[in-house]
C-alpha cells in the first residue's frame, strides 16, 4: 500500500503563483509514472502533468509554459512538485497526486488539495 498525501493548496489572486507537494511512500524505482490531476466543480478529472520513469515529464495543453513538474527523493518516499504560476481563475480546481507503481499497475490517489483562483 502506497500512501499519498497532498500539501500546499489555497487561495491565490489570478497571475499569481503557488506549489504544490505531493509525498507518496515508494521508492522512486518502483514507480512508472507519477501524475498531478486537477477536477473542477461539476467537471471531469483531467490529467495536468506527469513525469514517467522518474525522469521524463510532460504537460498537457493547460500547463505547459505556465506549470513546471519535478520530483525530489528520499530513502523511502517520493515527492511531486508542481510549480505553478500565472495562475487563471480556470485553474480553480482540487489537485491530486497520482502515482502508479511499475510492477502490478496500481494506482494510489491522495485525498486532493483545493486551489482556489480569484479574479
Known amino acids: 500500500q502506497v500512501q499519498v498525501m497532498e500539501f500546499g493548496g489555497g487561495l491565490v489572486q489570478a497571475g499569481g503563483s503557488l506549489r504544490l507537494s505531493c509525498a507518496a511512500s515508494?521508492?522512486?524505482?518502483?514507480?512508472?509514472?507519477m501524475d498531478w490531476y486537477r477536477q473542477a466543480p461539476g467537471k471531469q478529472r483531467e490529467l495536468v502533468a506527469g513525469?514517467?520513469?522518474?525522469?521524463?515529464?510532460?504537460?498537457t495543453a493547460t500547463a505547459k509554459g505556465r506549470f513546471t513538474i519535478s520530483s525530489r527523493t528520499s530513502e523511502t518516499t517520493v515527492y511531486l512538485d508542481l510549480d505553478m504560476n500565472n495562475l487563471e481563475p480556470e485553474d480553480t480546481a482540487v489537485y491530486y497526486c497520482?502515482?502508479?507503481?511499475?510492477?502490478?499497475?496500481?494506482?494510489?490517489w491522495g485525498q486532493g488539495t483545493q486551489v482556489t483562483v480569484s479574479s
Open positions: 513525469i514517467t520513469e522518474g525522469v521524463r515529464a510532460t504537460y
Open positions: 497520482a502515482v502508479r507503481r511499475r510492477i502490478g499497475g496500481q494506482t494510489y
Open positions: 515508494e521508492r522512486i524505482e518502483r514507480l512508472a509514472v
